[in-house]
Every structure is written in C-alpha cells, then in structure tokens.
C-alpha cells in the first residue's frame, strides 16, 4: 500500500481526506475529514514518534539505539512535539 | 522503523559530521571525560612550551609557570564559556536541556587547540615568534633565527587560525545541539556570550596570576 501524503505536491498545503473507503464490501464515505495530528508529520517523523512509543518514551533508549546523542534526539522530540503544536493552536 | 534500520541509519555518518558537529554522536557525560582529558593533556602540553591559554579562544606565548597555573587557565575558559552560554539558553531556549550537555560538549569543543599546541610546540616557532616581537619593539636581539624557523613559524600561524576556526564553530555546535537553540537568536546569543565569556576569563586569568604572584 502506498505511504499516505500529508503535504499536496503542487502547492506544498496541508491535504485532507476526500473519500474512505472498504476493502470488504467496497462502501464508500465521502466528505472531508482532517488528518490525525501524527498522520501530518513527515514519513521520518512519523517513523521517530513509532520508535519513541516502543521504547516506552525513553530518550535514553533511543539515543544508544541510533547511537546518537541525548540532546540530538531530546531535539527531534522537540520538533515533533512543536509541529504538532501549530495545528493546535490555529485550530 | 525496526532496530536494525536504526542500526544501519546510525552508520551512514560522514567524516564531517564528525568534525564540525559530533556532538549529534556524543554529548553529556561521555562529552565531558573525554574533554577534560582532552583540556588536561593541552594544560600539560602548553606548560612545557610557555603556551597559556590566557582566554577562551586565547594562545599566547608567555611567561614560565608552574603546572597547576596552566590548568586553572584551560578550567577557566571552559568554565566560562559554559556559564555564560547556560546562562543565554535560559533566555533564548525554547525547549528544557541538560547542564551536563553544556558542559560536556563545550569541554569537547575544545579539542582543535590540543592540536594547535602540537603545531606550535616547536622551538623554531617560539624562537621565530621573539624575533619578531624584538625586532616589533626595535630592541637589540641576540636570537639567531634558522631558515626552517620562519617556515614553522608560518604553518604554525596558518595552523593555529585555523584550528581557531574550527574551535568556534565546535563551540556554536555544542551551544545549538545541547541547547536546542537555532536560527538568528543562536548566533547573536552565542556571539554575545562568547565576547561576554573572553573578557571575563582574561580578568580572572589576570586576576589569578596576580593574587598568586606570578604577574
């Protein structure tokens, strides 16, 4: 299945949902939904928060596991959490 | 993600990374041993050859003292520095840090000048470099200046400049990754606490050698 885009490639503006539908009985919803908080970071930090929830949360962790250092992954925790904070506060 | 791909990921780091931003790799208290070693061996080096570190970029050829003097200097200017740039993020930082990576990573950041030292150690530079200042101050001189001294003399010139570039850019490297800090605020923030923390290292660099009589 293909990686779910967050940003239109033409005019770089965050997407919605237009249409859902079900691989069983092939309903379909239409409409427009908004993506889930997460769903609208980049793939990488999507991929940073998936790791960050199997480490339990622990910077520690996940800093020896990619042999980075603490501040370094404190940071992109840091970037994930103020990105997720825009969205919030224009609602 | 899976570990593995962590794993490989965490590989695929360049050279430069190393040397003008290592401290994605190591910071705290890993960054912290290595640099005091790294500032101890420099205090040890610079008193065989006169080299004080006077102030936090500062080498200077001077006056014989003893061991501790040249110690006390590396630990003033990187105390320093520390103290001031903590005392910035406080101020220009978003986002909560670690004193420890302060530290340690400004103490890391330091390592170009051990390499500096090892440059200009050699007798030919500091007889090279009295030449001069006699010949600055047009006072009658006895040194007889070899023909490899004014060669030693200029790659350890080139060497140190260098070396005092790199050392900067560490020192902003460990100030961004410890504190979270980027973009124009950094930078006029590091700049400031750097003029902030040279000045206050050569008065208490001054300081010391007076109060102990080795002014």
Known sequence: MKKLPSICPACQSPLNIKRLSCQ???????????????????????????????????????????KL????????????????KIPENQQ | MTNNELKNNSQNRTLKQWLFNPFQFIAGGNALFLGLVI?????????????????????HIGKPAPLWFFIAEVLIDWLCLSIVLLIAAFFVSRSSFRIIDVFGTQALARTPYLAALLVIMPKG???????????????????????????????????VLSMLVWMVALMYRAYSVSCNTKGGKAIISFIAGLIIAEILSIVSIWQLALR???R
């Open chain 2, 125 to 159: 530079f500091n007889r090279f470099a009295e030449y001069l200042a006699a010949k600055g101050m047009q006072q009658p001189t006895t040194i007889t200046i070899e023909s490899t001294d004014v060669l030693l003399f200029i790659v350890g010139i080139v060497v």
């Open chain 2, 212 to 214: 102990t009589g080795l």
């Open chain 2, 39 to 59: 500032m101890l061996a420099a205090a040890f080096l610079g008193s065989l050859g006169d080299l004080h570190f006077d102030g936090v970029i500062d080498l």
């Open chain 1, 24 to 66: 069983k009985c092939s309903t379909e919803i239409e409409g427009l939904f908004e993506l889930p908080a997460l769903a609208k970071l980049s793939v990488e930090d999507q991929e940073f928060v998936v790791q960050f929830v199997r480490c339990s949360g622990s910077l520690k962790e996940m800093a020896r596991l990619q």
């Open chain 1, 69 to 84: 250092s603490y501040p370094t992954v404190r940071n992109q925790l840091d970037n994930v959490i103020e990105q997720i």
